[in-house]
């Protein structure tokens, strides 16, 4: 089953559209005249909460349109665009460009195909460090609902109460719920001493190396059950407003030196590991300490934190599964190399049309279309 889902998977990119470009790249997009407001939860009024969250139900209750395998509704489809490419889309050069256009594919289903007019809001995580079971964005009733319960962590209030999921790492479909281990420990790598130290590093491979280990692990960490799954996290809605936050924190350090900073790109395009070259990284370390379980005051997971409640939070290394370069994704990122660039095609499956990074660098530009409030 395992080899069969690689296989299609790795013939998916040729029959979806990843065009071949060479360089140089010259962005297709005009500068857009009307942009969407990007700011925290806690600035929406209660009727704006309200119509993001129906927006993201209107995915969830819709019916599949792009024909990818396993998917029974519109927000699978969503959910298996991060999951077919998470080796070639963290630990690289183009983790932020990739969730900075992810978060556009997200929107622009959102609003071309839910009618959602609102702004696009994140998580301001620094500020419910500490006290994350009472912070608004998990509010039952104008949030995204609290805590799991019982032993597989199911998030049973809010809009999202007993949501199922579907889609494993490895594309097979098993059925589990929406889970949370909220974790305070695990947030508070979110502090802004540690966002301060990413945004003051000076080449864009150190600042891109910092936001995705403390930051980024922050919200996975803090929120747990399907979040800090690398794979299959986007499951859980809170995951767009947790990658908002992380954009914003790139735009911050773009911000530092437009003249420089809205072309600068670089690193490995394939993570370290079994199969993979180049120098990078991966999935990072687990904020906190060692993710199989233990004490929360010493390590991010309450004390009988569950192995899997349908979909492996650890799936490094995944039983059986072939993690080998595939070269659907590879011979198309037209890098022209292993080092990430401009050039590089950034892929959704066809839930949006195919872009490159140096479509989305500038946040305010034609593609995007965003101001960060």
């Given at each position: 089953m395992i080899a069969s889902s690689l296989i299609a998977l790795g013939a998916?990119?040729?029959?979806?559209?990843?065009?071949?470009?060479?360089?140089?790249?010259e962005r297709r997009y005009e500068e857009c005249t009307t942009r969407t407001k990007h700011m925290p939860w806690t600035n929406l009024t209660s009727a704006e909460k309200l119509d993001y969250l129906n927006a993201d139900l209107c995915l969830i209750s819709s019916p599949p349109k792009s024909n990818l395998p396993g998917a029974k509704n519109r927000w699978d489809e969503l959910q298996y665009v991060h999951i077919a490419q998470t080796d070639y889309v963290h630990g690289v050069g183009a983790f932020l460009p990739f969730h900075r256009y992810y978060m556009k594919v997200h929107e622009y289903l959102l609003r071309t195909e839910c009618n959602y007019t609102g702004p696009l809001p994140y998580w301001d995580e620094p500020a419910d460090i500490g006290n994350i079971k009472k912070a608004s964005v998990f509010d039952k009733e104008t949030g995204f609902g609290g805590n799991g319960t019982g032993a597989a962590g199911c998030v049973t209030d809010g809009p999202f109460a007993n949501l199922t999921?579907?889609?494993?790492?490895d594309l097979t479909t098993e059925e589990y719920c929406l889970s949370r281990y909220f974790n305070d420990r695990a947030l508070a790598?979110?502090?802004?001493?540690?966002?301060?130290?990413?945004?003051?590093?000076?080449?864009?491979?150190?600042?891109?190396?910092?936001?995705?280990?403390?930051?980024?692990?922050?919200?996975?960490?803090?929120?747990?059950?399907?979040?800090?799954?690398?794979?299959?996290?986007?499951?859980?809605?809170?995951?767009?407003?947790?990658?908002?936050?992380?954009?914003?924190?790139?735009?911050?350090?773009?911000?530092?030196?437009?003249?420089?900073?809205?072309?600068?790109?670089?690193?490995?395009?394939?993570?370290?590991?079994?199969?993979?070259?180049?120098?990078?990284?991966?999935?990072?370390?687990?904020?906190?300490?060692?993710?199989?379980?233990?004490?929360?005051?010493?390590?991010?997971?309450?004390?009988g934190f569950p192995t899997t409640n349908g979909s492996n939070p650890f799936p490094f290394p995944f039983p059986g599964l072939n993690r080998t370069l595939n070269k659907a994704f590879t011979d198309y990122f037209n890098d022209g190399g292993n080092v990430t660039t401009l050039n590089h095609t950034l892929w959704s499956a066809g839930l949006m049309e195919n872009v490159t990074i140096a479509d989305v660098m500038d946040p305010r530009g034609g593609f995007v279309c965003a101001e960060y409030l």
């Open positions: 998916l990119p040729l029959t979806l559209g990843l065009p071949s470009v060479k360089p140089p790249y999921l579907r889609l494993q790492a790598q979110a502090a802004k001493v540690y966002v301060d130290e990413c945004v003051a590093k000076d080449k864009f491979t150190d600042a891109w190396n910092c936001l995705e280990g403390r930051p980024h692990g922050a919200g996975h960490g803090g929120v747990s059950g399907t979040m800090i799954n690398p794979f299959t996290s986007p499951g859980d809605p809170i995951f767009f407003l947790h990658h908002g936050y992380l954009d914003k924190l790139w735009w911050d350090w773009q911000s530092g030196n437009l003249s420089t900073r809205l072309t600068e790109i670089g690193g490995n395009n394939t993570q370290r590991g079994p199969g993979f070259g180049g120098p990078g990284g991966g999935f990072g370390p687990f904020p906190g300490g060692d993710p199989s379980g233990g004490d929360n005051s010493t390590l991010p997971f309450p004390p």
